[in-house]
Nanobody
Framework: QVQLVESGGGLVQPGGSLTLSCAASGRTFSVLDMGWFRQGPGKEREFVAVITWSGANTSYGDSAKGRFTISRDNAKNTVNLQMNNVKPEDTGVYYC?????????????????WGQGTQVTVSA
């Protein structure tokens, strides 16, 4: 079983930037697809981004395209989400998730492990 711990959340002004990190332990990180999801206040969980086990392929939800970048460092067992030009609607709890290689997707039910989440608040 893999354990995931997110960090980097906080308060950021609209138009600002924030980088979220997720540290993995307990299982070989390099064979895991990694995803980011978020849940805003009163909203359903939403897919944000996914990166394949090798880092060769990424995919983004519509709200993240052009503003967010997912990356990973298999040597450090971490996956990051760089968030640029953030908007108030980006407010929510951001979750890191892990799936077996080739199973990562936009659907939360393909992931086997989740972190506890980190709060991001975008406000002036």
């Amino acid at each position: 079983q893999v354990q995931l711990v997110e960090s980097g959340g906080g308060l950021v002004q609209p138009g600002g930037s924030l980088t979220l990190s997720c540290a993995a332990s307990g299982r070989t990180f390099s064979v895991l697809d990694m995803g980011w999801f978020r849940q805003g206040p009163g909203k359903e969980r939403e897919f944000v981004a996914v990166i394949t086990w090798s880092g060769a392929n990424t995919s983004y939800g519509d709200s993240a395209k052009g503003r967010f970048t997912i990356s990973r460092d298999n040597a450090k067992n971490t996956v990051n989400l760089q968030m640029n030009n953030v908007k108030p609607e980006d407010t929510g709890v951001y979750y890191c998730a892990a799936a077996r290689a080739y199973r990562g997707s936009i659907y939360g039910n393909t992931y086997d492990a989740w972190g506890q989440g980190t709060q991001v608040t975008v406000s002036a």
